[in-house]
Nanobody, 126 residues
Framework: QVQLVESGGGLVQAGGSLRLSCAAS????????MGWFRQAPGKEREFVAA????????YYADSVKGRFTISRDNAKNTVYLQMNSLKPEDTAVYYC???????????????????WGQGTQVTVSS
């Protein structure tokens, strides 16, 4: 089993920045890709960003490209999501997820991830 714990969410004004963290524990001796997803009220969960095990590969949703940066520190078993130039439409609960099946691939489908965190709320005021 793997436990994922997100942190760093909060309330920020439009144009501001936040950095989310996702700490993994448990089956951390194995390689795994990571992703960030978000879900706004009344909407489906959507893909935000993904990163491969090595960190050399990243992929972003068009809506966040150029504003968000995903990164990881495998020594700390932690993945980050740096969010800049935040917009009110970025308001959502943000979830991190781990994929052990394809650690070198960049997965954008929620069903391709094996473990999920509990989520952290990000609210962007206008």
């Amino acid at each position: 089993q793997v436990q994922l714990v997100e942190s760093g969410g909060g309330l920020v004004q439009a144009g501001g920045s936040l950095r989310l963290s996702c700490a993994a524990s448990g089956r951390t001796g194995s390689k795994y890709a990571m992703g960030w997803f978000r879900q706004a009220p009344g909407k489906e969960r959507e893909f935000v960003a993904a990163i491969s095990w090595s960190g050399s590969g990243t992929y972003y949703a068009d809506s966040v490209k150029g504003r968000f940066t995903i990164s990881r520190d495998n020594a700390k078993n932690t993945v980050y999501l740096q969010m800049n130039s935040l917009k009110p439409e970025d308001t959502a609960v943000y979830y991190c997820a781990a994929s052990f099946r394809w650690p070198s691939r960049l997965q954008i489908g929620a069903d391709q991830y094996d473990y999920w965190g509990q989520g952290t709320q990000v609210t962007v005021s206008s």
